[in-house]
């Protein structure tokens, strides 16, 4: 799970971290960044990780 932190990103982790409980727009409004990023973060997460969808990124984020 320490190689996972690694590639990602310090704001993909955040934004992952986030995707599991909050929409894409939610996300955006707490953090000052535009609904497009936060969606390329949530994408950029799943394709390293290779995850299906932003629960299952969540849940594995929240464990590291």
Do not use: F, P, W, Y
Request: proline share 0%.
């Amino acid at each position: 799970t320490g190689e996972i932190a690694q590639l990602l990103s310090s704001r993909e982790l955040q934004v992952g971290r986030l995707g599991g409980e909050l929409s894409n727009t939610e996300i955006a409004e707490r953090l000052s960044i535009s609904r497009r990023t936060v969606e390329n973060h949530i994408a950029n997460g799943l394709k390293k990780t290779g995850l299906a969808n932003r629960k299952e990124l969540a849940r594995l984020l929240q464990s590291l």
